[in-house]
T-cell receptor, first 114, second 115 residues
């Protein structure tokens, strides 16, 4: 099976712009979680989707949003980018929310905001 | 809210020797899972080992084993016969049984393996 894929792998944007990141989970996986990784804040949970519904949300401003499609692919959007949004964004997928032991991470999207 | 603490920002070990990475967590839940992830410089996060809180037996995966002390809320990772490929950032993570889609991570420990 192919692993979790994320596109694009690298992205450069300027302040004020918006960006959309994509995550394709492992085939058959229905849960997708997103994390932001920065040197200063570490790994922080953004949100989690299951069957097209947001089930959990972390402590991020409303500029961060996401969605999940019927094929379980997920996108996250960041509007009005700030310098502090520069980070590695990771997504992880699992078969079911009730399968906490089987969560797999993608390679991440490196976002740089200038 | 759950918290995960890794008190060792950096550790080093000689090749073929053993190293232990520390992790403590705080939770009021009884149903949860603990993980160690490895993130090499290429950035792909890889699951190393996992432990269900209800299991008393410590998990083992080849050269990797954990010391799970539930009462002390401690979850350390032991790497035996360290190899150069073990060099990476290691993250300890907590996942609630009731909220399994969200993981709480520690700040990570950078492990250097010296030849």
């Amino acid at each position: 099976k192919a692993g979790v894929t994320q596109t694009p792998r690298y992205l450069i944007k300027t302040r004020g712009q918006q960006v959309t990141l994509s995550c394709s989970p492992i085939s058959g996986h229905r849960s997708v979680s997103w994390y932001q990784q920065t040197p200063g804040q570490g790994l922080q949970f953004l949100f989690e989707y299951f069957s097209e519904t947001q089930r959990n949300k972390g402590n991020f401003p409303g500029r961060f949003s996401g969605r999940q499609f019927s094929n379980s692919r997920s996108e996250m959007n960041v509007s009005t980018l700030e310098l502090g949004d520069s980070a590695l964004y990771l997504c992880a997928s699992s078969l079911e929310v009730s399968s906490p032991l089987k969560q797999y991470f993608g390679p991440g999207t490196r976002l740089t905001v200038l | 809210a759950q918290t995960v603490t890794q008190s060792q920002p950096e550790m080093s070990v000689q090749e073929a020797e053993t190293v232990t990475l520390s992790c403590t967590y705080d939770t009021s839940e009884s149903d949860y899972y603990l993980f160690w992830y490895k993130q090499p410089p290429s950035r792909q996060m890889i699951l190393v080992i996992r432990q269900e809180a209800y299991k008393q037996q410590n998990a083992t995966e080849n050269r990797f084993s954990v010391n799970f002390q539930k009462a002390a809320k401690s979850f350390s990772l032991k790497i035996s016969d360290s190899q150069l490929g073990d060099a990476a950032m290691y993250f300890c993570a907590y996942r609630s049984g009731a909220n399994a889609g969200k993981s709480t991570f520690g700040d990570g420990t950078t492990l250097t393996v010296k030849p």
